[in-house]
C-alpha cells in the first residue's frame, strides 16, 4: 500500500511517498480502516522535524486525521461492518489508568497519538481501535470530517471542559488561519460569545469575519493589538484568549485580558520558552489554562454539532496524497486558511 512517511527528521524533503508496504492487520478491538481523506496538521511538523526526547520507529508514517470505509474487523469487533463510514477521534488512550477511568482520556499516563507515537493516518490503510470510530451520516465527506477531528475536539475541550465558556464572554483569538483557531471562533460563536480576532493578513481577517468574528484587528496595528483590544473593549479587557502562538504573544495577551480572565493555550507555533510578568498573573487574578486534545466525550459531543451543520469544517485545499510536501510547505509557509486534506 501507499503512504507518506519518514525515514529520518528533517525539512519537508524527508517526506517520502512509499508504495510497497504492507497492508496492516487489525489486532482484537481495532478495525482496519481504507483510508479515503486524511488531514494535515502542525504537530506533523514538529513530528518531521523532531525534538530531543522523541523516539519513532522506522519507517514512521505521519498524520493525525483520518475518515474512511471500514475495510475488516479484527478479532471481537462485533459493533460495526464492514464498508461502514466513518471518521477517528485521534487519541489512543489505555483505558485502565485513573484519568482514563475518570473519563479523560486525554490526560491518560500511556497517552498517544495517531502520528506522533505510532504510526499515522497518511496511509492508504491503517489500523485503530473501534472505541475511536464515530459513525458518518451520508451527507458529511469525508474531507470534513478529517479535516474537523482533531482541530475541532482540541478546540472543544480548550474552550468548554478547559475555561468553561460561557454566554455573553468576550473571546480574543491570536491568529487567524489556523484550524484549532477557525475551529474556537466557531465554537466562541455557537456559545453566544462575541470574538475578536488578531490576524497577520488582510485576506485572512476578512475570511475570519466572513465566519463569523465580530471585530478584527490587524497584528502590527498601530500601538500594538494588545492596547487595541482594550479599546475595543472599553477599557475592560477580554474573558479569554485563545494564544496557540506562545512566546511572541503571551504577554501581550496576559494585558489583554479582563480580571478573572484566562488564557487557553494548546500549542505554540511562536516558541515554547515565555517570560511571564507574575504581577499580571495574580494582579489580575489571571489563569493560564493548558491542554491538549479532548476526551473521546468531547469527540462525539464536537463532531454531532459538525454532522448538524451547526459546525463546519473549514478547508483551504485538497491534496492526492503524492503532493504531501506542497500542502505541507503551504501550512509551514502560514499560506492557509483553515485545514490542507490529503484525498486518498
Ligand atoms: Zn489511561
Not at 38 to 54: E, Q, S
Not at 68 to 77: N, R, S
Not at 225 to 249: C, E, F, I, M
Amino acid at each position: 500500500m501507499k503512504a507518506a512517511l519518514i525515514r529520518e527528521h528533517g525539512p519537508a524533503e524527508k517526506v517520502e511517498i512509499a508504495t510497497d508496504l504492507p497492508v496492516p492487520e487489525p489486532g482484537p478491538g481495532e478495525v482496519r480502516l481504507r483510508v479515503r481523506a486524511a488531514a494535515l496538521n502542525y504537530l506533523d511538523i514538529w513530528v518531521r522535524n523532531g525534538w530531543p526526547g522523541i523516539k519513532l520507529e522506522y519507517p514512521h508514517i505521519l498524520g493525525a486525521d483520518a475518515a474512511g470505509t471500514i475495510d475488516a474487523l479484527g478479532p471481537d469487533v462485533t459493533d460495526w461492518d464492514a464498508g461502514m463510514r466513518v471518521a477517528v477521534d485521534p487519541i489512543l488512550s489505555c483505558g485502565e489508568c485513573e484519568f482514563c477511568r475518570a473519563g479523560w482520556e486525554n490526560r491518560c499516563v500511556r497517552f498517544r497519538l495517531l502520528g506522533e507515537h505510532v504510526s499515522g493516518t497518511f496511509a492508504e490503510y491503517i489500523t485503530v481501535p473501534a472505541r475511536n470510530l464515530i459513525g458518518l451520516p451520508d451527507h458529511v465527506s469525508f474531507a470534513e470530517a478529517a479535516a474537523a477531528s482533531l482541530v475541532f475536539v482540541t478546540a472543544w475541550h480548550s474552550l468548554i471542559a478547559r475555561a468553561n465558556l460561557r454566554p455573553g464572554e468576550t473571546v480574543l483569538i491570536i491568529g487567524a488561519g489556523g484550524g484549532v483557531n477557525t475551529a474556537s471562533l466557531q465554537i466562541a460563536k455557537l456559545t453566544g460569545c462575541t470574538v475578536i480576532v488578531v490576524g497577520s493578513s488582510e485576506d485572512k481577517l476578512a475570511k475570519a469575519q466572513a465566519l463569523g468574528a465580530d471585530a478584527i484587528i490587524p497584528r502590527d496595528v498601530e500601538g500594538g493589538w494588545s492596547r487595541a483590544v482594550y479599546q475595543l473593549t472599553a477599557k475592560r479587557g477580554v474573558d479569554v484568549v485563545v494564544d496557540n502562538v506562545g512566546a511572541p504573544t503571551i504577554n501581550d495577551s496576559l494585558r489583554a485580558l479582563a480580571r478573572g480572565g484566562r488564557v487557553v493555550t494548546v500549542g505554540n507555533t511562536g516558541g515554547p520558552k515565555v517570560e511571564i510578568d507574575n504581577r499580571l498573573i495574580f494582579g489580575k487574578h489571571l489563569s493560564i489554562l493548558g491542554s491538549t486534545m479532548g476526551t473521546h466525550r468531547d469527540y462525539v459531543r464536537v463532531m454531532r454539532l459538525l454532522f448538524k451543520g451547526r459546525l463546519r469544517a473549514v478547508i483551504d485545499a485538497a491534496y492526492p496524497l503524492d503532493e504531501v510536501r506542497a500542502a505541507m510547505a503551504r501550512m509551514e509557509a502560514g499560506e492557509l486558511f483553515g485545514k490542507a486534506v490529503l484525498e486518498l
